[in-house]
């Protein structure tokens, strides 16, 4: 009867509560995210790039790119042991 | 059992090496060794491994290295191409994916271009190479 009570009773208080605050909170981080974004739209100036066109070339690449290539690229550095 | 065992490996290696040389007569001479100039000048630090997957000059420029480097680059170019539609992946995609393993391929003592832009040398040490690398 005891544990009864135990387990029964949290079960019950907690799951409203946690709703709640999760959608308070929910409620309130769009409002600050709809604020922030707003003053920072006021903010932010954007300017054209003056320099980096061959280094954003090699930025863009991605990772996951270099990370899917690299047992082929590996591959073909042995196969073509002549030019590497 | 050991016995047996022994045995079987040993067939499955002795047909693994039938049909590997088998293989090996019909196919072009595959893992060709560099050109002896190439092999010089790269031992010699004269030329290293870029990060873009191309060789470079190290020393002063002369005609004789110009020229070995451009071959050896305008080949790589061409199996770069070929493995990047191959694998539906951009010729800088592959090409900087190439780099990152040929620079992890060099010997102790070979130069290498670290992110920065600066060549190095090799080491026993891990060379220094871009964050994307795998």
């Known amino acids: 009867m005891k544990s009864g009570y135990l387990t029964g009773r949290p079960g019950a208080a907690k799951t409203p509560s946690t709703q709640g605050d999760r959608a308070m909170g929910g409620t309130k981080r769009i409002a600050a995210g709809l604020l922030a974004s707003l003053t920072l739209a006021g903010c932010i100036t954007v300017n054209a790039p003056e320099e980096p066109i061959v280094i954003e070339l090699n930025v863009n690449i991605r990772q996951e790119v270099i990370y899917r290539l690299a047992e082929d690229a590996g591959n073909t550095i042995e196969e073509n042991a002549d030019i590497f | ?134």
């Not at chain 2, 693994?16 to 060709?32: D, H, K, R, S």
């Not at chain 2, 480097?69 to 900087?96: F, G, M, P, Q, S």
């Not at chain 2, 780099?99 to 060099?106: H, K, L, P, S, Y």
């Open chain 2, 1 to 134: 059992m050991g016995d047996k065992m022994t045995k079987r490996i040993s067939k499955g290696l002795l047909t693994g090496i039938a049909v590997a040389t088998a293989i090996g007569g019909l196919a072009a001479p595959a893992f060709a060794q560099r050109d002896p100039a190439y092999a010089a000048a790269r031992s010699a630090g004269q030329v290293g491994e870029k990060m873009d997957g191309y060789l470079g000059i190290v020393v002063a420029e002369t005609s004789d290295l110009r020229r070995l480097v451009n071959d050896i680059n305008i080949k790589r170019r061409a199996v770069y191409a070929e493995r990047a539609k191959a694998n539906n992946a951009t010729l800088e995609e592959y090409a900087l994916t190439a780099g990152c393993q040929a620079i992890a391929a060099t010997s102790p003592g070979e130069k290498y271009q670290a992110p920065d832009g600066s060549w190095q040398t090799r080491t026993s040490a891990p060379p220094i190479r871009d964050s994307r690398c795998p």
